[in-house]
Nanobody, 125 residues
Framework: QVQVTESGGGLVQAGDSLRLSCIASGRAFTTYAMGWFRQAPGKEREVVSTITWSGNSTFYTNSVKGRFAITGDHLQNTVYLQMNSLKPEDTARYYC??????????????????WGQGTQVTVSS
């Protein structure tokens, strides 16, 4: 079983920055991709950014392009999300996701099989 643990959320003002961290741990597993998803109150969970280790391929949803940056370490099973120029509409619970099966570029929720409990990000105006 893979444990996924996020950290780094908090309450900030518009224009501030935050860095989210995630680590996957457990026995005898391989990660093929990791990513960040978010869910705002009353909305469905959506993809924010993902990184697929093969080819170091990244994906960003349009609303965060130019403001967020995803990085990670395949060998350490860690992923980070640097969030700059935060906006009130970025307020959500952010979830780290890990793909341990399959190959190819991973973007959508169904492609990830392990999830963390989430970390809250609140951006005040």
């Amino acid at each position: 079983q893979v444990q996924v643990t996020e950290s780094g959320g908090g309450l900030v003002q518009a224009g501030d920055s935050l860095r989210l961290s995630c680590i996957a741990s457990g026995r005898a597993f391989t990660t093929y991709a990791m990513g960040w998803f978010r869910q705002a109150p009353g909305k469905e969970r959506e993809v924010v950014s993902t990184i697929t280790w093969s080819g170091n391929s990244t994906f960003y949803t349009n609303s965060v392009k130019g403001r967020f940056a995803i990085t990670g370490d395949h060998l350490q099973n860690t992923v980070y999300l640097q969030m700059n120029s935060l906006k009130p509409e970025d307020t959500a619970r952010y979830y780290c996701a890990v793909r341990t099966r399959g190959e190819g570029r991973a973007i959508w929720q169904y492609e990830f099989d392990n999830w963390g409990q989430g970390t809250q990000v609140t951006v005040s105006s």
